[in-house]
């Protein structure tokens, strides 16, 4: 069965900052999609960056990066010049073949301005 | 386009109560799913449907049902509700194929807050 790990229960950063959550995942499948998403307190789920596990160029969204490393079946979200709304829930995610959504644990990420 | 629309937005159901959680999308989406997500956690699948007519279970069915006699709508039913069911409720669509894993891909609801005493 896939799962998805995010080891750090809460990060925080000061404005400006760059801050790198982390996710590992187990899949026996080749080729899959990873992806970030953000859930701020109004409970709404937004796509952040995703991520195919073929291509070996990190996905790049604005000031929202990856670091995939398939080997290690490691996906990390770097978030560059952290700014006062990037607070909410960060959710890790793996799509399965029959089309599943398959979530970790979540980090809270908090900004200090 | 509305998108994915769930209602009601709060609900508070005593023990032992049913109710059923409306879930409607514009979309024309063949696929669509019910997710739960406990306090600081994140959402697991509960129950997912490929098209009207069929539906299959996810991750933590017991305790819920559903149906899908349309592709618009995929309704939740709890019955006999428990405590262990206080969660906020996601409905989810997606068009399939390829285009899932596009930004024009999984659609989620503003999600239901469900409260059991």
């Known amino acids: 069965a896939q799962t998805v790990t995010q080891s750090q229960p809460e990060m925080s950063v000061q404005e400006a900052e760059t801050v790198t959550l982390s996710c590992t995942y187990d899949?026996?499948?080749?080729?899959?999609?990873l992806f970030w998403y953000k859930q701020p307190p109004s409970r709404q789920m937004i796509l952040v960056i995703r991520?195919?596990?073929?291509?070996?160029q990190n996905a790049t969204e604005n000031r929202f990066s990856v670091n995939f490393q398939k080997a290690a079946k490691s996906f990390s979200l770097k978030i560059s010049d952290s700014q006062l709304g990037d607070a909410a829930m960060y959710f890790c995610a793996y799509i399965t073949g029959a089309q599943k959504l398959v979530f970790g644990q979540g980090t809270r990420l908090t900004i200090n301005p | 386009n509305a998108g994915v629309t769930q209602t009601p937005k709060f609900r508070i159901l005593k023990i032992g109560q049913s109710m059923t959680l409306q879930c409607t999308q514009d979309m024309n989406h063949n696929y669509m799913y019910w997710y739960r997500q406990d306090p600081g956690m994140g959402l697991k699948l509960i129950y997912y449907?490929?098209?009207?007519?069929?539906?299959d279970k996810g991750e933590v069915p017991n305790g819920y049902n559903v149906s899908r006699s349309t592709t618009e709508d995929f309704p939740l039913r709890l019955e006999l509700a428990a405590p262990s069911q206080t969660s906020v409720y996601f409905c989810?669509?997606?068009?399939?194929?390829?285009?899932?894993?596009?930004?024009?891909?999984?659609?989620f609801g503003s999600g239901t807050r469900l409260t059991v005493v």
């Open positions: 989810a669509s997606s068009p399939g194929g390829e285009e899932v894993h596009t930004r024009r891909g999984y659609t």
């Open positions: 899949t026996s499948e080749s080729d899959y999609y």
């Open positions: 449907s490929v098209g009207a007519g069929i539906t």
């Open positions: 991520q195919e596990a073929y291509k070996q």
